[in-house]
């Protein structure tokens, strides 16, 4: 049974923030829309939760199931103790849900600019992309938006953050990753718990990928030893992550010179074509076979337009400008988790902050 106290208190956070939010955005229609829209979603997830500790009281429990579970506790425990990410009731629950994704987060773009069209909201700030609980809203949101011409991208996402609003479930698809998998967006999720500047989105999803890489990949040689299955499983994900940054930059670079030069618009959405076909080609026949997991798979039958390169680009950025300041802090986490809580104040540009002090700290 669920603990009716902890959840109402979460119900209030969350009818506050939705108050506070349609207030803040009376006038921006298309944002308060979709919030309201969106406010069932959240409130069922809220309702359909339990304690993981309850949980695995349950004798019937299946036992991968429950090794699972446990294994997220644990990956929790250590994020809080050993990394200094925040101590709260982020997954320590449970919820279960009867489809494949969690949220579907859409994005979009104008078709020769990589220039992503955003929402504004309280808390969160400027953000170029929005997340649905029912694909089928998703799906209409995009076809709007393809009618207005922009290049349009709908994925679905296995988590997201509350950003302290309530706490952070997981759930019940989660427990079909494996346990590098696992760790990873524990930690990764954790990271925004504890990190985020409103407005500055590239700057969150990149310091959560390098605390989510290095963090869960700490915690699985600790807990499996360095020559455990998970841990070389993280470690060739790790490099897969970084030789796709390294091809997405590439297409990137190339699509936004073609989007700056004199071509007619005509001229430029028939090399565009040709730019993405090559780089599919290419993917399929030169990358696939160099990558140690089979994470990308996938990529070349996928949707690759505007949209998804800068929503891909957000994920996947070159972190190494981060790896420089975890070698400065003598590769200890900790410590340089704790930098990146002191600098991630709201205003300004936090990347650029990170640069000087690197300017100041590097021989």
């Not at 995009?142 to 207005?148: F, H, S, V, Y």
């Amino acid at each position: 049974m669920m603990q009716l106290q902890p959840m109402v208190r979460s119900m209030k956070r969350v009818c506050l923030a939705l108050v506070i939010l349609a207030g803040s955005l009376s006038a921006c229609n298309e944002e308060l829309r979709y919030l309201l829209q969106q406010a069932p979603g959240q409130i069922a997830i809220l309702l359909h939760r339990d304690k993981i500790a309850k949980i695995l009281e349950d004798p019937n429990l299946d036992p991968e199931a429950r090794r699972k579970l446990e294994l997220v506790l644990d990956v929790k425990r250590y994020a809080e103790d050993r990394i200094g990410l925040v101590h709260n009731q982020n997954y320590s629950v449970y919820t279960k849900i009867d489809r494949e994704a969690v949220v579907y987060t859409l994005s979009a773009c104008p078709p020769l600019s990589f220039q992503a069209k955003t929402w504004k909201f309280p808390v969160v700030g400027e953000a170029p992309y929005l997340g649905f609980f029912k694909k089928a809203d998703g799906e209409k949101k995009k076809a709007r938006l393809e009618a207005e011409g922009y290049d349009v991208y709908l994925r679905p996402a296995g988590a997201y953050s509350m950003l302290g609003i309530a706490s952070d479930p997981i759930y019940s698809p989660l427990l079909k990753l494996n346990d590098a998998e696992l760790a990873n967006l524990v930690v990764h999720e954790l990271s925004h718990a504890t990190i985020w500047v409103p407005g500055q989105v590239e700057f969150n999803e990149s310091v959560a990928l390098f605390i989510g890489n290095e963090g869960s990949l700490e915690y699985l040689v600790q807990r499996f030893g360095a020559d455990a299955d998970p841990v070389r499983y993280a470690l060739g994900a790790n490099e897969d992550d970084k030789t796709f940054s390294v091809f997405l930059s590439g297409l990137y670079r190339e699509l936004d010179q073609l989007y700056q030069s004199d071509l007619s618009d005509a001229g430029k959405l028939k090399r565009k074509a040709e730019i993405i076909a090559a780089g599919r080609q290419n993917f399929r026949d030169q990358i696939l076979p160099s990558m140690q997991t089979d994470d990308y798979r996938r990529f070349p039958e996928s949707v690759i337009n505007n949209a998804s390169i800068l929503q891909r680009k957000l994920y996947y950025k070159d972190v190494s400008l981060y790896y420089q300041v975890f070698e400065a802090h003598h590769q200890d986490l900790r410590a340089t988790v704790d930098f990146f809580k002191e600098i991630a104040k709201p205003g300004g540009d936090v990347e650029a902050t990170v640069r000087q002090w690197l300017d100041q700290h590097q021989p």
